[in-house]
């Protein structure tokens, strides 16, 4: 996990509501209409957390047809354990400067002649 990586997933649970959405779908999986009920949220304010969780690996959604032919998303939790330690910060950027060294290398390589 880079660091970017890393602050994305601390974004994407340091809102209140992304919490209270995480803490529903603790639930089960839900019905995205059902889920803005539940929460007391409009479905575009919805969605934009619902999509900032997502792009975490925090939450995932499924379309799915009802019977009569309307496309239904559900969102369920998606596996996720956060622990947040010093060795997780020092592997995130240990893990930057390993990316970074080799776009160098890969850089350097282009740029030497044949």
């Known amino acids: 996990m880079t660091s970017e990586e890393l602050l994305a997933l601390l974004a994407a649970v340091g809102h209140t509501q992304r919490l209270r959405i995480v803490g529903e779908l603790a639930r089960g999986r839900v019905h995205v209409s059902e889920l803005a ?3 007391g949220l409009s479905r575009p304010l919805l969605y934009m957390h619902l999509e900032r969780l997502e792009k975490a690996g925090l939450v995932a959604g499924s379309l799915e047809l009802s019977a009569d ?3 239904m998303k559900f969102f369920e939790l998606a596996p996720f ?3 947040l ?3 997780t910060v020092l592997a995130a950027l240990r893990e930057d400067e390993l990316q970074a060294a080799g776009a160098e290398r890969a850089a350097g390589k282009k740029g030497t002649p044949s």
């Open 37 to 39: 009920r539940r929460l």
């Open 69 to 71: 032919g309307k496309a």
């Open 81 to 83: 354990d956060i622990h």
């Open 85 to 87: 330690t010093v060795d």
